[in-house]
Structures are given as structure tokens and as C-alpha cells.
């Protein structure tokens, strides 16, 4: 509804700008693009224009003056505007008609789930790849707010008509899963009662521990006769598969279903790595350009031409790839799958890596705008308002599997998301457990129980199911003109949401709305003996229902019918 009523604005601003061109008052080639804004006060109207910056710009004329100009010739159906004004220092604000906004009601009740979503996306292929954490330990509370936030957006993407895959990147190679079998092979000595130097930068977590007493009673001292080399691998490899196994168990509890499950293996597989790396085209290409270089030994890619602060190796003089190299070939990769466009959810401590791997795809001959890399800030703890200690079984962590088990699914999911990605969350473990308004997730999913009550009663009084002959004109009350203009709004919130990577968005959008929905409950009567007035009123609670209902199932949480 919003869509289509600011392409018929934009028509009429079109039409205005052209007679004001034959008039003689605006001297201008064309009709610049017309953008709009959503004013933040009532008194400047629902909807604002820029136009006339655009226009003075070009003709050197006070942006006012230009507006002024524009407005006089406007042609305006009252049925979609009661007027537009010329305000500040050129602005042209619309106010659209309550009976205009109310139409948003019948269109919400006949797209029910769907109501929000569009085909924006064409169908084009997108990856987004969260979580993706080392399989050398538990999933702490940080991997939780990627999970939900790399959940969510591709829930957001597929929304708006993007086909969206999501991935997990197993970082099963390299020093880290060397050192997951050290530390394993270390307490699996001393749980045969042997003496073991437990390594330096080993994982110390009990669950090393827990891990190392499942091999003793599946194997017992059968690894004791293998050479240590060979038992490295192998208390590495077994450890990984516990750990990922577990990894896999907590997000399904969390709500998170990966379509693949990428191993960092699998980029090499046998043989010399510098071989496997020198196979894709995109990399023979860049060597014969120069692009990639040989110096001192080792294997250099030029980054720093393509926006990075220094060229960076990618193969050492051991011949062993670095990171860079990994995460190189595993785009190439990503593309090669044929995805339009790459979302990566990182952690806030990879940041240095943003502007490497971004000269990189620009380097492989990638549009600027394929690649995607958020990054997600810290989680701090808090029970009651005070920092939490770290967990006695994880030794360094709160594990995702300790607050989901506290807390649930709904309430991890949704606090998670209630702050942008890149600013540090605050999780309070009673507040998300408390049963009151100050809960967030709480406050909304209230909401909506309250409105299904609502509706539960108007079936008991004897009132339809579907509300097709209800009067909504008597929807005037400004709360409730109020409260559908938020409702109309809510496609726009999820096209936003999506398209610039924000899912917090979405949450807010609900605080507002919830927060609307029990003001308006608390003054007024839905179901009264007025039958015609609490139809209209009946209309109206099942749209707010529909789209607290959507919104909700968009970032994973459930939307329950009483509470």
C-alpha cells in the first residue's frame, strides 16, 4: 500500500515539476529522482520530499523557492492526501488521508503471512555465512548473537525475494586443530594415570577433559602404542567430530538450520597446497598479471593497489597457506557456486581482515558490492544489572547451551537482536526470564497473547471470523489512525531491515508497535455494544496480530496465543 502510494505521489511531483518547466518558473533538462523520508514529528506530515534541493541545486535557486514553485502546481486526490506543505529550508510534506491509511487494513487481513513480503530479490542467489566457529570448544554467548542475526537476515533476504543459502564454515585445518589434539592427548594421558606436559596454548576447558574420558572408555590405552605424530591427528579428528556434533545440537535448539556445512579441508584436499592454490583460473590470472608475486620464497598477493594497507602473504616459504589464502580460495569458491552476493557475519576481533579480503575479491575481478562482511560486537553478561562469572565447566566462557538453557530459545534470540550488530550488547539473564514489561521479548509476545484473546472472546460474543463488512471509517480516533500508519509502514521496516544488513530493525519496529497496541488497549474498549464500532476495532486487533505475528516469525521467535 505504502509502495504504491509514494509511486502515485511521485507521479503527481513529476507532473508538478513538468508544469511548473512550461510555466517558465523552473528551468531544468529533466525531473531529478525523487527520494522520500519519513518525518520523525506528526507536525511535518507521513511523508517528505527533497526535491527541491535536487532541482536548486541545478538551477542555482533557493531550495524554498523551488518547493514553493513545485507545490502550487500539485494535483492531490483528498481520497490519498488532505494537503502538502512547504516546510523548512525546502521541504514538500505530505499528509496523507486517514481514509487513505486505513485501506491498509483490508490489504494486511487478505495477504495475512504474507503481509511484508515482496519479490524485490528477484530470486537472486545470496550466501550468508554465521557462526562458523574453530570445532575446538563450545559455542559461547558471541556465537549466539551471530547465530541469531545471521539467521534472521537471511530470514529478511528470503522475505523480500532473495533465494538465500545459509552456511557454516568448518575451520577444521591449520595450528588450531593441532593444538585441539595436544590438549586432548595430554588429559587423555593423565585419565590413564600417566604424567603429561599439558601444551602452553592448550584448551583448557573441562570439556577437553570430558572429551579425553570418552576416549579412554571407547578405547582405553589402545592409543598409547600409536606413534604420538599419528595420535595427534587422530585426538584431533575424534575431538572435532564431539565438538561440532554438539555445535550442530545447540543451534537446532537455537532455531538454526544450515543448508551447508563447508570443511576447510576440502578447499586443498590431497596433495601440495601450493598447487591445489595455483589451480583456480582467477589465481593463474592474477600470477600472470603480476598481481601475485613470489618474494623471499613465499607467495604475495598485491593487495595493497586494491585498498589494503600492505600486500600480504598467502603462501609461505614452507609452502603452508595462511588464512589469507583459506579464505581467497573459499570465495572463489562462493562465486564459482554461482551466489550473486556473499554476506559474511564475523566477530568484532576480525576486523583487520575487512579491507585484505574486500581488495581481494576486487582483485579477483568481483563487483565492489558481492561481498559483504558485518561484524558483530561483544556480549556482556549481566545478572540483575551485575557482570556474570565465567563458567565453571567451559573455564573461560559462557557457553550458548548455559543461556539457552536458562533463558530459551525466544528470549536469546530476540535480546540478541535488539542492538545493531556493530554496537556492544548488554544481556541481563533475569531480565530476560522476568515475566513483566520490562522484558522485551515479554512486552511483544504479550501483545500478541492479548490479542488473541481478544479475538478469542469476539468469537465467543458471537462476532465473524473475517471482518469484510466492517465500517473502518469509524477508526478515527488519532491512536488508532496512529496505530494503522504503523502497520502500513511495516513492508518498508522489512525491505530496510534487509537490504542494509540490519535486523535490529525489526525488534524496534515491534517495541514501537507493542507499545502503541497497550496504550491504545488501556483507553479503549475493543469489543463494546457498539457491534459495528467493535467490528471495525476487531479488524483492526487482527492486522496488529497479523503483523506482530510476522515479525516475530522473521527473527525466529515465537509468537504465542496466550500467556
Known amino acids: 500500500m505504502l509502495h504504491r502510494l509514494k509511486d502515485t505521489l511521485a507521479e503527481a511531483l513529476k507532473e508538478a515539476v513538468q508544469r511548473a518547466i512550461q510555466s517558465g518558473e523552473l528551468k531544468i533538462q529533466e525531473v531529478p529522482e525523487i527520494s522520500w523520508e519519513t518525518p520523525s514529528e506528526a507536525a511535518f506530515g507521513d511523508l517528505s520530499t527533497t526535491i527541491a534541493f535536487s532541482i536548486a541545486r541545478e538551477i542555482k535557486k533557493n531550495p524554498r523557492e523551488v518547493a514553493t514553485a513545485v507545490a502550487a ?15 523548512g529550508p525546502g521541504y514538500i510534506n505530505f499528509f496523507i488521508s486517514p481514509a487513505c491509511w486505513r485501506s491498509a487494513i483490508p490489504t494486511i487481513l487478505a495477504q495475512g503471512k504474507d503481509y511484508g513480503r515482496s519479490e524485490v530479490g528477484k530470486g537472486r542467489r545470496v550466501q550468508v555465512e554465521f557462526v562458523s566457529a574453530n570445532p575446538t570448544g563450545p559455542l559461547h554467548v558471541g556465537h549466539g548473537r551471530g547465530a541469531a542475526i545471521g539467521d534472521s537476515l537471511a530470514n529478511l533476504l528470503q522475505a523480500v525475494g532473495f533465494s538465500v543459502e545459509r552456511e557454516y564454515y568448518i575451520n577444521d585445518a591449520g595450528t588450531q586443530m ?11 594421558q593423565e585419565e590413564l594415570g600417566r604424567e603429561a606436559a599439558f601444551p602452553e596454548n592448550g584448551y583448557k576447558g573441562g570439556y577437553i577433559r570430558d572429551i579425553a574420558r570418552r576416549l579412554v572408555s571407547d578405547y582405553g590405552e589402545r592409543f598409547l602404542a600409536v606413534p604420538e605424530g599419528e595420535t595427534i591427528d587422530l585426538m584431533s579428528a575424534y575431538a572435532s567430530r564431539i565438538i561440532l556434533g554438539e555445535i550442530k545440537e545447540v543451534l537446532e535448539e537455537f532455531g538454526v538450520k544450515f543448508d551447508s556445512w563447508f570443511s576447510e579441508k576440502g578447499l586443498y584436499g590431497e596433495g601440495d597446497p601450493l598447487e591445489k592454490f595455483r589451480r583456480f583460473v582467477q589465481v593463474r590470472e592474477l600470477i600472470a598479471k603480476g598481481q601475485i608475486y613470489e618474494y623471499e620464497g613465499a607467495l604475495w598477493f598485491g593487495t595493497a593497489v586494491f585498498g589494503d594497507d600492505k600486500d600480504r602473504v598467502i603462501i609461505r616459504s614452507n609452502e603452508a597457506p595462511t588464512y589469507f589464502a583459506s579464505d581467497i580460495l573459499y570465495h572463489i569458491n562462493k562465486f564459482e557456486r554461482g551466489f550473486d552476493k556473499a554476506i559474511d557475519i564475523w566477530g568484532a576481533d576480525h576486523h583487520g581482515y575487512v579491507p585484505r579480503l574486500k581488495a581481494a575479491v576486487k582483485a579477483l575481478g568481483y563487483p565492489p558490492d558481492a561481498l559483504e562482511i558485518l561484524l558483530v560486537q561483544l556480549v556482556r553478561l549481566l545478572r540483575g544489572g551485575r557482570p556474570v562469572a565465567m563458567s565453571t565447566r567451559a573455564g573461560e566462557f559462557v557457553t550458548l547451551a548455559e543461556v539457552l538453557a536458562e533463558v530459551g530459545k525466544d528470549a536469546a534470540r530476540y535480546i540478541f537482536l535488539t542492538r545493531r550488530s556493530d554496537s556492544p550488547l548488554d544481556f541481563d539473564l533475569e531480565l530476560a526470564k ?17 490479542l488473541s484473546s481478544i479475538l478469542r472472546e469476539a468469537r465467543k460474543a458471537g462476532f465473524p471470523e473475517t471482518y469484510g463488512d466492517a465500517d473502518l471509517s469509524l477508526l478515527s480516533l488519532p491512536e488508532e489512525v496512529s496505530l494503522i500508519k504503523k502497520l502500513a509502514f511495516y513492508p518498508e521496516v522489512v525491505l530496510g531491515a534487509a537490504l542494509f544488513c540490519e535486523p535490529h530493525r525489526i525488534p524496534a519496529y515491534l517495541q514501537e508497535l507493542a507499545a502503541q497496541l497497550h496504550s491504545y488497549y488501556n483507553k479503549h474498549r475493543v469489543i463494546s455494544k457498539d457491534r459495528a464500532l467493535s467490528l471495525a476495532r476487531l479488524a483492526l486487533v487482527a492486522s496488529i496480530r497479523i503483523v506482530i505475528s510476522n515479525a516475530l516469525s522473521v527473527l525466529g521467535v515465537t509468537a504465542p496465543e496466550r500467556m
Open 73 to 87: 502546481q500539485l494535483g492531490l486526490d483528498p481520497n490519498l492526501v488532505e494537503k502538502a506543505e512547504v516546510a
Open 178 to 188: 593441532e593444538i585441539l589434539g595436544r590438549s586432548v592427548w595430554a588429559r587423555y
Open 434 to 450: 522476568a515475566q513483566s514489561l520490562e522484558n522485551p521479548v515479554y512486552y511483544v509476545q504479550y501483545a500478541h497473547a492479548r
